[in-house]
């Protein structure tokens, strides 16, 4: 049977899927990212792949595709970005993960980008995707390609200002969405509002707030900056749907409803047929998307 590998790298796991573009995966899992390393990190990779390959057999796989946190600079094929959990994982071709006979036939992209491809599969038309986790990600497809950009930084969604002179986000600048709604911004809140929130969990939070009226409403707020920047993106891209998964979305953090509310509120009319959709594969959809990618490029072939 032909297959294809897919893996998503993540700061804590590394998943990946055995499978076919459009099909939910034959077989899935994960392991712990190392993090110590490059080279642990790429031993590790080269392990997994050389046990893939026995199991499935390597005459029969068509193509391995990576979804990875940061930016892959189109020029350089470099990535761009810095991730805290992999400090080491900059300026480097994500594709040395992969051992060098099958690097050829790797390709890889950033994971909003690749969640976007996985969630925009069987959809006409754009669609922009977007997960509201740690931080926010986002990715546009446009009839099942990827928009780039230039050179491969368009849509960094989570960075846009929503508040002039704002708080400080974890890029540096100031008031950017994922300052105040992403997973990471709703804990720290939080914990500015009552010490006793500080280990929290999300699901702790999301709980707690039900008894706790400041708590709740810095929540509602957080939810209607996501509008706000949904609402920036459409009147820019005018898509004809958006994608919100990602940990807060599945959570519970968010409500769907009260978010097609306030985008509404933060739009004109002949921007209200867009419609405002869960994601459908939640985890699975960076790998489903590394798949879906890897098919692409060998069908263009
Ligand atoms: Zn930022």
Known sequence: MKYYLGFDIGGSFIKYAVGNPGELPIMQDKIPTPTDSIEGFIHTFHQLIGRLLKEYGSKDLQGIGIATPGTIDRKSGLLKGVNPNLPWWVDIDPRI???PEYRKIALCDNDANLMALAEASGKKGMVLGITVGTGIGSGYVIDGA???GSKGFALELGHTKVVAEGAIC?????????????VTAIQKLAAGLDAKYQELELSGIIKAQAKDAALKKGIRQAEKYLALALANAAMILD????VLGGGAMDGGLYDLARIRRHFRANTQKSYHHIQILPARYGNLAGVMGAIG????????E
Do not use: F
């Open 170 to 182: 974890n890029c540096g600048l100031k008031g950017c969405v994922e300052a105040y709604s992403s």
């Open 239 to 242: 898509p004809d749907s958006i």
């Open 293 to 300: 990618l890897a098919s692409l490029a060998m069908n263009n």
């Open 97 to 99: 993960v992969v051992p």
């Open 146 to 148: 990827i928009y780039h």
